[in-house]
């Protein structure tokens, strides 16, 4: 299985009440990071069996945004399993909930993603230590119950590979 681990993208500054801030939106930013990572996404040709986001506000528009770049028909699922506060342990549930599928996009937060990223890619133990920012976006494969990272997008060079990409599809104009 393949799981792609997406941070969601900008949401501006924290806000201290834990109900408001479930109520975050994404700002101007977070939007067109959003649409940029589902671009890529489509560039690059991900197949997503699933989406399955944080039910915090900030992470549904993340995972529609993508979604509508990439063209994904079914449903976003939400899962608490995504929340901040969320445990690895509930984490290792939901993986195994949709170990059945070829490839899902997870979108969460931190410190929860992190931590979670770093002991698929070592052990609960002795986790790799990643931080993914927002709008950072990993790919990683499972192979018999272990994690190997193929690649960890930043978000800056994110947006850099999708203008690439986008340019590449991009017809070419005839010279005169």
């Given at each position: 299985m393949t799981v792609y681990f997406l941070r969601h993208a900008s949401a501006g500054e924290r806000v201290e009440n834990p109900?408001?801030?479930a109520k975050r939106a994404l700002d101007a930013v977070g939007m067109e990071q959003a649409v940029r990572m589902g671009a890529a996404l489509a560039a690059w040709g991900a197949q997503l069996d699933a989406i399955v986001s944080s039910p915090l506000k900030r992470c549904t528009q993340t995972?529609?945004?993508v979604a509508n770049e990439i063209g994904h028909q079914r449903k976003i699922e939400t899962s608490a399993a995504l929340?901040?506060?969320a445990t690895f342990a509930e984490f290792q549930q939901l993986l195994r909930a949709y170990a059945g599928r070829e490839a899902i996009l997870v979108v969460g937060h931190n410190p929860m993603l992190s931590e979670s990223l770093g002991k698929v890619?070592?052990?609960a133990a002795r986790p790799a230590r990643i931080q993914l920012r927002r709008g950072a976006l990993a790919k990683v494969d499972f192979k018999r119950g272990a994690g190997?990272?193929?690649w960890l997008l930043p978000p800056k060079l994110l947006l850099k590979s999708?203008?690439?990409a986008r340019a590449r599809r991009a017809p070419a104009r005839p010279r005169r």
């Open positions: 109900a408001k801030d995972a529609a945004l929340r901040p506060e890619l070592g052990d190997y990272l193929h999708w203008a690439e």
